[in-house]
């Protein structure tokens, strides 16, 4: 049985809900905790020719959650690109993703998933952390299933093609969605955490992991990592490869992980010194072939 928004809050700590809930508004710019930012390898996509801003959807609990939605101004039947915010949350990176699916010709949308617990773009990095550290697992799978359903409910998609991707904290929501969903049809990894932390207790609002749900993945997914991705062990990536060579499931089977060995963690991200331009190139053009290969495009 799924919490209710009270159950839900009662999760969390004294001083995390008594802010209740805020779903406020999506902040302009970038996230407080990636300032400053590499401004000259910034990739900017304009919204000409786009429906793009800021949207509310409904979500369990009677409450609408912020997110960024950006589609081509004419058409319908788009197919739809979930795109999962890094740990910062939906800050104008993403939000140019969203847009560069856009000039494809999806409906991108970004859900504030953090909006219960707090908005992360305005806080520091130690505090981004405590923030993110409660929010249950289960309450995103279950925003991104309102969030394919709101899309289905504009009449600009008929939600028949859907994708997801997400960074960071949200690749490692894409592959927990893929073995949550049976609507998706493909999803790309970068760089989620597919381990547990060496040592760390199993928490109630992350009890699984990637390699966990390996065999129970409805759609394929790519995963693309960086060699010199201190956080995220070679190791690890090797141990969710024999996860999904070992699978029963097709979807676990067809999927595939990608490393690209000169790049580090956050490679996508072109605001950040992180920022691999070769490897986030090759990247985007591995997803937009997967999504076709697999009925999201």
């Known amino acids: 049985m799924r919490e209710t928004h009270e159950e839900l809050v009662g999760l969390l700590p004294e001083e995390v809900s008594r802010r209740g809930f805020i779903a406020g508004s999506l902040a302009a710019g970038f996230a407080l905790a990636v300032q400053p ?3 000259q390898t910034i990739i900017t996509t304009d919204a000409q020719g786009l429906e793009a801003g800021e949207v509310k959807i409904p979500v369990r609990g009677g409450v609408e959650m912020p997110a960024y939605r950006a589609m081509p101004l004419r058409g319908k039947n788009f197919p739809v690109a979930l795109v999962v915010q890094e740990i910062f949350g939906v800050h104008e990176h993403i939000k140019d993703v969203c847009r560069r699916f856009a000039k494809l010709g999806y409906l991108a949308v970004a859900p504030s998933l953090y ?7 305005r806080l520091k990095m130690e505090d ?3 923030v993110v550290g409660q929010v249950p697992d289960e309450q995103v799978m279950a925003d991104l299933d ?3 359903g709101w899309a289905r409910a504009t009449k600009r998609s008929d939600g028949k093609k859907v994708g997801v991707t997400g960074f960071c904290w949200g690749g490692r929501i894409v592959w927990l969605y893929s073995a949550h969903s049976r609507e998706l049809d493909a ?3 970068w760089y989620g955490r597919l381990v547990a932390r060496e040592g760390a207790a199993v928490s109630p609002l992350t009890p699984r992991q990637p ?3 390996a065999g129970e993945l409805n759609a394929p997914v790519l995963g693309l990592y960086g060699g010199k991705d201190t956080g995220i062990p070679l190791a690890s990536v090797e141990r969710m490869r024999e996860a999904l060579k070992a699978s029963k499931s097709k979807a ?3 999927s595939e992980i990608i490393v690209y060995p000169e790049a580090g963690h956050g490679f996508h991200a072109d605001y950040r010194p992180s920022y691999n331009k070769e490897a986030a190139a090759d990247g985007w053009q591995r997803l937009r072939a997967w999504f076709k290969k697999y009925g999201a495009a």
Do not use: L, N
Request: aromatic share 4%; hydrophobic share 50%; charged share 25%.
């Open 37 to 39: 930012v590499a401004a």
């Open 115 to 121: 909006f219960r617990q707090g908005d992360t773009t």
């Open 128 to 130: 981004v952390m405590k």
């Open 146 to 148: 309102s969030t394919v």
């Open 187 to 189: 999803g790309v990894a």
């Open 211 to 213: 390699v966990d749900v």
């Open 252 to 254: 676990a089977r067809r």
